[in-house]
């Protein structure tokens, strides 16, 4: 089996001194925490490594189906979403089982990405209303954007979401980032496209481009590479 040599600057350790380090995994999905540590999906298996590239914990449910989306924002409160059985998952420090959210018992039956958020709730889009949905842990509703096709004007395919410095971030490739506040409320477009991923880091966005690890500065609106 061939296995990906996976390169991580540590981008969430310190965006001026940059360090890396290599870790072999053969996972395809793959986030970091801010303290170092590599979480790796490959089908339905969860792996966690620590900053010296051991593996720690793991995670599996073949019931579940293979996961669509990792969010470590919270080490303590990794967020691991499986669109195919429409469920969200919560997993403490060691990969146990912290809670979990079967998301068609409330209504949600197309939603495509999941995200962590502040005081034990988190974020999906909707597909069917074009909508990003802020549930608590309980699976009960806290905010919606309303439909995003009416108030942007775009017909979106968002392939990421992530929450950061209490600001919400859903990525197009082909329109760029869109950038939303706590309630759901949207603010703006920041024009950076061919995105699938990237890591928002203090008032920075992190993201590879052409080979090139890039800084893009949300005070400057200036993008340089790293």
Not at 19 to 32: A, D, P, Q
Not at 73 to 101: C, K, W
């Amino acid at each position: 089996m061939i296995k990906l040599l996976f390169f991580i600057p540590l981008l969430v350790l310190n965006l001026q001194n940059l360090g890396s380090k290599k870790i072999y995994s053969e996972g395809k999905l793959m986030v970091v925490d801010k303290f170092g540590c590599l979480y790796s999906s490959k089908n339905e298996i969860l792996y966690k490594y620590n900053p010296s590239g051991k593996t720690t914990y793991k995670f599996s449910d073949k019931l579940l189906g293979n996961v669509s989306s990792l969010d470590a924002t919270n080490p303590l409160r990794v967020l691991a979403y499986y669109q195919e059985a429409g469920m969200v998952i919560f997993l403490d420090n060691t990969l146990s089982i912290h809670n979990q959210i079967q998301l068609n018992e409330f209504g949600y039956d197309q939603t495509t990405l999941a995200c962590s958020s502040n005081n034990e709730s988190f974020w999906l889009y909707d597909a069917i209303n074009f909508s990003i949905v802020k549930l608590n842990e309980y699976g009960q509703q806290v905010t919606n954007s309303g439909n995003l096709l009416q108030l942007t004007g775009h017909n979106l395919n968002p392939n990421y979401l992530i929450e950061a410095n209490d600001l919400l971030y859903l990525n197009d490739s082909k329109i760029g980032i869109l950038v939303f506040d706590m309630y759901g409320g949207y603010l703006k477009t920041i024009p950076i496209q061919n995105l699938s991923y990237f890591q928002i880091i203090d008032e920075h966005i992190v993201y590879q481009k052409n080979g090139s690890i890039m800084d893009f500065d949300l005070k400057l609106l200036k993008e340089k590479k790293l």
